[in-house]
């Protein structure tokens, strides 16, 4: 395609049934020894994602890189081209535990897809363009999560990433090299003129007000700790009430404390306790400890500080009147993220090209994005969940709306790839 061609706006439509193909056979590795889909970061079920997907990458003609930590990338660059800076397109393929098939793997699957698209249309972009699939997106086997690309951006030192204990006791740089990526190109080696990430919002606002495309302009702060709280096991029925000194108790008063906090705030602080151990875990023992982790988030920094500061105070008070000794360990510490409004805008415009509904929106959850943020001109694109389930395998987006993204993701990757 000659550059006149290229000045008018052209209109592409990526390979629908390639892309959905794909979604649904990343979709079907992984399977954990339960049936279920478990791609937790550096496992083998990870590894059964990353060949899939590095073979798709050469199948189309890229050359295919992982850095030192882990993060798989596939090039597409010209000798026309290669003196530019790249755009790059992508998001994560590890999953969490039972997880749905399109967190993550579209944006990345849609990547794959543009550059194949433009391919086959004799189209060659101004700059090169890379799809990145980054390490430990999810962060339930390594702290913290968006840690590849976190990495990637200067934000944690790749010796202390790959230092890092699972909750399994594993090392993540031994489990990369036992899965055999462990790279060796240092993270940050292509500084990417823009970045755009395409994911599922989900949440439930588009599927509810019926939008197709999502211009993501902004990204909640994330604040992550394990709590531990110390009280005394003793005998479950010859303890009188007011002798207990209950942990587990005093775990449940910090889950209704969040809830309380959350239904009393600015409507917009969510909080999970996900995970929770008693010791010493025994149907007729009173727990004498309990760990269990904290996700709080807010998109305002104040008000994120707020609520951490709101439950440091609480924890004090239930060590007085639970007679407890309580820690609490900081996990992981996001701010809120603000994305390019150039980029944010060209989505926009994109939709409206296409004549797809379309609306601004806040990735309630944590991205490579928002990592990405931090190095480069940065912005995402959200398709529909269906009833806003997703960390679940009834997590599902329509095949039109998987259409729908990964066009507009198309015709966003032709102006940044031409764009000065
Ligand atoms: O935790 C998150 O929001 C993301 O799914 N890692
Ligand atoms: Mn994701
Ligand atoms: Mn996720």
Same mark, same amino acid.
């Given at each position: 395609m000659n550059s006149e061609e290229k000045g008018k706006k052209i209109m592409l439509t990526m390979n629908q049934e390639r892309l959905l193909g794909r979604i649904r056979a990343l979709g079907a590795t992984g399977k954990d020894g339960e049936g279920r889909r478990t791609r937790l970061a550096a496992s083998d079920e990870d590894r059964q994602g990353r060949d899939l997907v590095a073979g798709w990458m050469r199948d189309a003609g890229l050359e295919v890189v992982v850095d030192r930590i882990g993060n798989l990338f596939?090039? +597409? *660059?010209?000798?026309?081209?290669?003196?530019?800076?790249? !755009?790059?397109?992508?998001?994560?393929? =590890?999953?969490?535990?039972?997880?749905?098939?399109?967190?993550?793997?579209?944006?990345v699957l849609a990547g794959i897809e543009v550059i194949e698209t !433009? *391919?086959?249309?004799? #189209? &060659?972009?101004a700059r090169p363009i890379v799809?990145? @699939?980054?390490?430990?997106? $999810?962060?339930?086997? #390594?702290?913290? =999560?968006?840690?590849?690309?976190?990495?990637?951006?200067?934000?944690l030192s790749v010796e202390e990433a790959l230092a890092s204990v699972g909750t399994d006791g594993t090392i993540l740089?031994?489990? !990369?090299?036992?899965?055999g990526y462990e790279g060796t190109v240092e993270p940050g080696f292509i500084r990417p003129a823009a970045f755009v990430e395409l994911h599922i919002e989900q949440g439930p606002i588009m599927d509810?007000? *019926?939008?197709?495309?999502?211009?993501?302009? /902004?990204?909640?702060g994330i604040s992550w700790q394990r709590i531990t709280i110390e009280g005394a096991a003793n005998h479950a029925g010859t303890t009188p009430t007011a002798m207990r000194i209950d942990a587990g108790l005093a775990a449940a008063k910090v889950i209704t404390f969040l809830r309380d906090r959350c239904d009393h705030s600015d409507g917009r602080t969510v909080? &999970?306790?996900?995970?929770?151990?008693?010791?010493?875990?025994?149907?007729?023992?009173?727990?004498?400890?309990?760990?269990? &982790?904290?996700?709080?988030? /807010?998109? =305002?920094? $104040? *008000?994120l500080k707020e609520e951490e500061e709101a439950l440091a105070v609480y924890l004090k008070q239930l060590e007085e009147t639970d007679r407890v000794k309580i820690s609490?360990?900081?996990?992981?510490?996001?701010? %809120?993220?603000?994305? =390019?409004?150039?980029?944010?805008?060209?989505?926009?415009?994109?939709?409206? /090209?296409?004549? !797809?509904? +379309?609306?601004?929106?806040?990735?309630? @959850?944590?991205?490579?994005?928002?990592?990405?943020?931090?190095?480069?001109?940065?912005?995402?694109?959200?398709? %529909?969940?269906?009833?806003?389930?997703?960390?679940? %395998?009834?997590e599902y987006t329509s095949d039109q709306d998987l259409a729908a993204g990964a066009n507009v993701l198309l015709d966003v990757a032709i102006e940044l790839s031409e764009a000065r």
């Open positions: 596939g090039i +597409w *660059k010209t000798p026309d081209n290669e003196a530019e800076a790249p !755009l790059m397109l992508g998001s994560h393929i =590890d999953t969490v535990i039972d997880a749905g098939q399109y967190d993550g793997c579209y944006g !433009l *391919k086959e249309a004799g #189209y &060659t972009p799809i990145g @699939a980054f390490t430990n997106e $999810e962060g339930v086997r #390594y702290a913290p =999560d968006m840690m590849g690309s976190l990495v990637y951006a200067g934000g740089g031994e489990e !990369l090299k036992r899965i509810a007000e *019926k939008v197709s495309i999502g211009a993501v302009e /902004n990204l909640q909080a &999970t306790v996900g995970c929770m151990e008693f010791e010493p875990n025994a149907v007729n023992v009173i727990p004498s400890r309990a760990v269990f &982790t904290v996700d709080v988030r /807010n998109p =305002d920094e $104040e *008000k609490a360990e900081r996990m992981v510490r996001f701010s %809120p993220v603000l994305f =390019d409004e150039n980029i944010v805008r060209m989505v926009a415009h994109a939709a409206e /090209n296409r004549g !797809l509904s +379309w609306r601004r929106m806040t990735s309630g @959850a944590g991205q490579d994005a928002q990592m990405m943020a931090r190095i480069c001109p940065t912005a995402m694109i959200f398709v %529909p969940s269906v009833n806003g389930i997703s960390h679940n %395998p009834e």
